[in-house]
């Protein structure tokens, strides 16, 4: 059974930064593009940035030149870098599969960015 466990989220200033780690028990990393995810407050999960099996990455304009996504296929782990965070960027974070699959989302690592 695939499980995606994501951990790295807390609270933190505007201009500061996290690291999100995103860890798989399976095989879904190493043939699969990954993405993070993130659900603001009262609003719908969007797609913050993607990583192909090959290392291909493709980010939301709204977190370009700021958040970095890099995977080790050898550990089954996915990261996400997140400099000069914003109130904004304020949301629980997931990873899942692109497209995603509906039984693989977690539980989600809270963000929050105050001003």
């Known amino acids: 059974q695939v499980q995606l466990v994501e951990s790295g989220g807390g609270l933190v200033q505007a201009g500061g930064s996290l690291r999100l780690s995103c860890a798989a028990s399976?095989?879904?990393?190493?043939?699969?593009?990954i993405g993070w995810y993130r659900q603001p407050p009262g609003k719908q999960r969007e797609l913050v940035a993607r990583?192909?099996?090959?290392?291909?990455?493709i980010y939301a304009d709204s977190v370009k030149g700021r958040f970095t996504i890099s995977r080790d296929n050898a550990k089954n782990t996915v990261y996400l870098q997140m400099n000069s965070l914003k109130p904004e960027d304020t949301a629980v974070y997931y990873c899942?599969?692109?497209?995603?699959?509906?039984?693989?989302w977690g539980q989600g690592t809270q963000v929050t960015v105050s001003s």
């Open positions: 899942n599969r692109f497209p995603p699959y509906g039984a693989y």
């Open positions: 990583i192909g099996s090959g290392g291909v990455t």
């Open positions: 399976g095989s879904i990393f190493s043939l699969n593009t």
